[in-house]
């Protein structure tokens, strides 16, 4: 393998919009004040209390290798991956209103987020936002190790090949993530030097094993059950990216929007798994989790972002744009999913790691992965597919609404509630009176949609709630019904309309999509403030 050097880039990347319009969906604020309010009241921290009953429906695998790699219990990883999320969506709001973010540091053990901007008119807008001014730069980690794509060797996670034809394998890679090409169809995710010659008679293969292949496993993985052929979309190993698509469209399989978490970190690929429900950009600090054909599943947290490498000679000199983590990597993982909590972040470009390729050798002090990024700049599969031509497949839940059982005659309706595990990435749509009303998801999950009318006092109609994110990804509906009165008494009661969602007592008293207050989400449910 090449060896690679690696520079900083300069801080300040062109910044992406906060929320796609197309790639992965949402509502963009039109102002600064916008993105700002959006994200719900900027940083949120999280008590690991708050987890322990998520922690116990983890497989036990993956409890296990996030206290192996970040020496930490299961509910303090899901409060940090939590409130690194939250971090993540306050760099996004303030690059998105203008704020020249050069620099942003999350700490995990105390969940607090630095950031640095040469622009002393940003600090207000910073603080604001409940995070911290650097005065200074944060130093650069050392990153001088040489890198080496990781080549040659479905849930996400899953191992995928291209048959010989004789047997065996031309090479072998890590899927990412599932999602959608513009037309709905299944196309997934990796990295574009697995295949950069990849075209629309390639065939893939699922690399069916039971266990990771580890670097010091004797020969070649053999090839599996047909995936499917042809790509999905453009493939790129240089200028920045390190990204491709490929289609999985044999019938035999359904891809799901998951990451397998081998078992346990090391067992089978079938066993365990993470459901994805967002993405979110990388932070230094954040706590990261990844899954590969090669070493199955490791975590850690990111070290630096927005770094170029460039691959050497022998590929060449491929440059790309990407973060760092201490997460251990082999070759043969290039393409995998990296996941904080549920959320996904990007996938595995190469690394500088042991000469055995082994993680029992590898030293989080000196050896570094280097990943490509989803979203959050210029260089990411959210900027490289901007035309539509992918989108992460996430699960996204179905809504809990409170919804007023009548509503005065000329009196606008407004519907709120919560979407669980959905943030700023997601929308609403509300179906009523025969047309369909879009409103934004802040960061907690909350949502309030203000539906003007002009329908007879008699009357009853029915209202149509669901969360969504991007074109593809949509939750089942919460269905109920709402009257028209031409009574001017202003009481009304207030009730929940998706069964076993939270009840309310007497009107929420929420505002519309105006920015008016959402105060008194918070009682409507338990877990409202995720």
Known sequence: ?????????????????L?????????????????????????????????????????????????????????????????????????DALRAGGADVGAAVFDRATQTLEIFSADPGDYPAIEAAGAVVLPAAPPEPDLDAAVIPHEERFKGGYGYGEPDGAGGLHSYCTAGFNGHGADGS???????????????????????????????TPGWPSPGAPLGRGVGGAWLFGNGHDVGLLNVDDAAWTPVPVI????????????????????????????????????????GEVTA???????????????????????????????????????????????????SGLCDHWDPDTNFSFAYALAGGAHSAESFYRDGEWELAVAVSEPAVSLPLEVEAGEPLVVSGVVDRAGPNHWVSVAVYGRTHMGAVTAGGRFSVRVHHDLPAGTTHPVTVRAHYGRHSVSEPASGSV???????????DHPV????????????????????LDEVAVMCRRLAR
Do not use: K, N
Not at 20 to 46: C, H, K, N, R
Not at 483 to 493: A, L, Y
Not at 505 to 514: K, V, Y
């Open 1 to 17: 393998m090449a060896r690679a050097a690696v520079r900083r880039m300069p801080a300040a990347l062109v910044a992406s919009c």
């Open 19 to 91: 929320v796609s319009a197309g790639l992965f969906g949402g509502i963009a604020p039109a102002t600064a004040e916008d993105a700002l309010l959006d994200i719900g009241l900027g940083l949120q921290t999280y008590e690991p209390s708050e987890f322990r009953a998520e922690a116990l429906e983890l497989p036990a695998g993956l409890r296990i290798a996030v206290e192996r790699d970040l020496g930490v219990p299961a509910e303090r990883y899901l409060a940090d991956a939590a409130a690194g999320q939250s971090a993540a969506h306050v760099v």
């Open 186 to 216: 299944a196309v997934a995710l990796s990295a574009g030097h697995c295949f950069p010659r990849a075209g629309e008679d390639t065939r893939w293969a699922h690399v069916d094993i039971d266990e990771p292949w580890t670097a010091d």
């Open 260 to 299: 397998t978490t081998w078992g346990g970190g090391s067992g089978d690929p079938r066993r365990g798994e993470v459901t994805l429900t967002d993405h979110v950009s990388p932070v230094v600090g954040q706590p990261v989790c990844r899954s590969g054909v090669t070493s199955g599943y490791q975590c």
């Open 305 to 355: 972002v927005d770094h170029l490498v460039d691959y050497g000679e022998a590929h060449g000199h491929a440059a790309v744009t990407g973060f760092t983590t201490s997460a251990c990597s082999s070759p043969g993982d290039s393409g995998g999913p990296y996941v904080s909590g549920t959320a996904a972040v990007g996938i595995l470009s190469g690394a500088a790691g042991p000469a």
């Open 483 to 493: 009257s028209v009165t031409g009574s001017q008494d202003g009481d009304r009661e």
């Open 498 to 517: 998706v069964p076993g969602a939270c009840a309310t007592s007497g009107s929420a008293g929420l505002g519309g999509h105006d920015g008016a207050g």
